[in-house]
């Protein structure tokens, strides 16, 4: 069965940071476009940031631009965000997701993935 499990969520004052991680089972990660999106309160989820399977593509929305980094490790079937300099702004839940790709070097922003992880909680406040 094909699981995505998140972790590395936690609580940080603003301009920390943290280190999300996702999990990969019951797949090759290398054969899927990985990407983390994020849903606050009372608010439509969005995308942070996706990578493309060969990792050499990546993607961000611009409320996180210069702040965050995605990378994969396809032999390890794990995905990281960094996430520095942190804001209250970026409190949300946040979900990693993948969908199958035949193509190695591209990734999407649009929330249409097939594979979703159970999310994991970034709360950032003095």
Not at 11 to 16: D, K, Y
Not at 92 to 121: E, H, I, L
């Amino acid at each position: 069965q094909l699981m995505l499990v998140e972790s590395g969520g936690g609580s940080v004052q603003p301009g920390g940071s943290l280190r999300l991680s996702c999990a990969a089972s019951g797949f090759a990660l290398d054969d899927y476009v990985i990407g983390w999106f994020r849903q606050a309160p009372g608010k439509e989820r969005e995308a942070a940031s996706c990578v493309s399977r060969s990792g050499g593509r990546t993607d961000y929305a611009d409320s996180v631009k210069g702040r965050f980094t995605i990378s994969r490790d396809n032999a390890k079937n794990a995905v990281y965000l960094q996430m520095n300099s942190l804001k209250p702004e970026d409190t949300a839940v946040y979900y990693c997701a993948a969908y199958r790709s035949y193509f190695r070097t591209s990734c999407k922003m649009s929330p249409d993935y097939n594979y979703w992880g159970q999310g994991t909680q970034v709360t950032v406040s003095s």
